[in-house]
């Protein structure tokens, strides 16, 4: 029934802002609102689902046009080829572009290789160090191999920080659909981390390496890697932003609860939420 709910809510969203910015998740979190919406949009003349959205509340006599859309991507591992099978980019395009009528051409993408950013040869090298070391962001390599890292890193957070650019110049996120992670976080904005950062590098604190175990290789892999997110300042800055985070089980119950009814805080990042 959660999927539905937010299903619904989505398609009341894009009917009235057709050509509005979104951005949805990716993973296991959003399988039964994909699911959803795919039912009732090729089964849009079947009576009986017409019935079920009619008395779910939903009052358009058309399923909403995705096609004018602008999808922003959450996050991304890096360094990932965006054609691994777990690549967040490789999903965007499989579960929402192509099933839902999201134009590519309308996502802004955390795809480092078809921006130019990175080549493949880049790729292979990064795909050898066995931590992606973020320091060097802010301080001087003591290595030949810490300056080639530096100069991809630096890379990548420019292609971020152009990315933060690009989304207020649209004029912020209008709909934004996440999950919630086990030390609350939203996309890979951690414990701890400023409720004002914007999209960035960042590495991995434990809870997010072992959720990210299975799609990395393992938990000891995954904690050498690093990903690409956007930041909360990005997820907030727009005041008219419709901001839905979805979990279920007692395993995020009570995270869930401290990111609704504890105080604001750092150590809470879905709680800049309030």
Avoid at 30 to 46: A, H, M, Q, S, V
Avoid at 211 to 223: C, F, Q, T, V
């Amino acid at each position: 029934e959660l999927g539905k709910i937010v299903a619904l809510r989505f398609m009341e969203w894009v009917d009235s802002n057709p050509e509005g910015i979104i951005a949805l998740p990716t993973g296991r979190t959003p399988e039964y609102f994909i699911k959803t919406l795919e039912i009732y949009r090729n089964g849009w003349n079947d009576k009986k689902i017409r019935d079920e959205i009619k008395l779910l509340g939903f009052k358009a006599n058309k399923f909403p046009d995705f096609s004018g859309l602008k999808f922003v991507m959450l996050d991304e591992f890096f360094p990932m080829l965006p054609t691994h099978r777990n690549s967040f980019c490789k999903y965007i395009k499989n579960f929402y572009a192509e099933p839902l009528g999201i134009k590519t051409e309308n996502i802004l993408t955390f795809d480092l290789l078809e921006e130019g950013i990175l080549d493949k040869n880049d790729f292979a090298i990064l795909s050898k160090y066995k931590a992606i070391d973020l320091t060097l962001l802010k301080r001087s390599p003591k290595s030949k191999e810490e300056t080639e890292l530096k100069n991809f890193l630096n890379k990548a957070q420019k292609y971020c920080d152009d990315y933060e650019k690009k989304i207020a110049e649209l004029g912020g996120i209008g709909f934004f659909l996440g999950g919630i992670g086990p030390d609350g976080h939203i996309a890979f904005n951690q414990q701890g981390c400023d409720h004002s950062c914007p999209t960035r590098l960042v590495n991995f604190n434990y809870p997010s390496a072992a959720a990210a175990a299975g799609d990395l290789g393992g938990i000891e892999i995954a904690r050498g890697k690093a990903a690409m997110t956007i930041g909360l300042k990005t997820i907030t800055a727009n005041p008219n932003a419709t901001i839905i985070i979805m979990a279920s089980g007692e395993g995020k119950a009570n995270v869930v609860r401290a990111a609704l009814e504890d105080k604001t805080d750092f150590e809470r990042p879905a709680s800049c939420l309030h």
